[in-house]
């Protein structure tokens, strides 16, 4: 699989300007961040496993596309509540699955138009369908736009490698995890990868 064509610039600049991220990058030479293809079906999943194990979230994520058949947004949304809650979903999840189809059907989300605009912009248009928070939003522009400048500071693993990397283990608040991701610009996505393979060196797509 095809690293994303800024990959090898981002670690040759991260590696000269930080010792910890040239070891790491070093180290991890062979995973590759990947986009799971379709922005619905991305942002469904996430939906779908929120709050349970990876194992759990598998195991609706099948029944919901066994029962559903085709999962593109038109059909999601007429899709009965009651039915999806059968499918291992909880009441409220089938609620944000349905709000997430109507904002794709009625245009409020526009895949077609984030190539340009901002990081912010894209996040606010996510951030606006029930059930997505910003580290959400956040994981869909690493894992599924490729954006190559992100930062998520609410991501329990980011905050862990830090502070085991750079602040002897004192747990960073927001501000300073901001602060410290400054140095790490244009490339934070790059960055976060590589703190995140230092934790756990398997790849988890999201």
């Not at 245009?107 to 990081?119: L, V």
């Not at 736009?145 to 500071?153: C, E, G, I, N």
Request: hydrophobic share 45%; net charge neutral; with cysteine.
């Amino acid at each position: 699989m095809a690293r994303p064509d800024y990959w090898n610039r981002a670690c040759a600049e991260l590696s000269a300007k930080d010792p910890v991220l040239a070891h790491l990058i070093a180290r991890y030479p062979d995973t590759v961040l990947t986009t799971r293809g379709d922005p619905f079906q991305t942002l469904a999943r996430a939906i779908v496993g929120q709050q349970i194990s990876v194992k759990a979230a598998d195991s609706v994520w099948v029944r919901f596309t066994e029962f559903a058949r085709n999962i593109r947004p038109e059909h999601v949304a007429t899709l009965d509540p009651e039915a999806l809650a059968a499918c291992g979903l909880s009441r409220r999840k089938a609620e944000y699955l349905r709000d997430l189809a109507g904002h794709f059907v009625d245009g409020r989300i526009q895949p077609a138009r984030w190539r340009e605009m901002n990081d912010e912009a894209v996040i606010a248009e996510l951030v606006d369908v029930r059930g997505i928070g910003r580290w959400t939003a956040e994981m869909f522009l690493i894992f599924n736009l490729l954006r190559p400048d992100v930062w998520p500071v609410d991501d329990i693993g980011l905050q862990k490698a830090v502070a085991a990397h750079y602040l002897d283990n004192a747990r960073p608040t927001p501000s300073t995890l901001r602060r410290h991701g400054e140095r790490h610009a244009p490339w934070r996505t790059v960055a976060t990868w590589y703190l995140w393979r230092s934790l756990d060196p398997a790849v988890v797509q999201y």
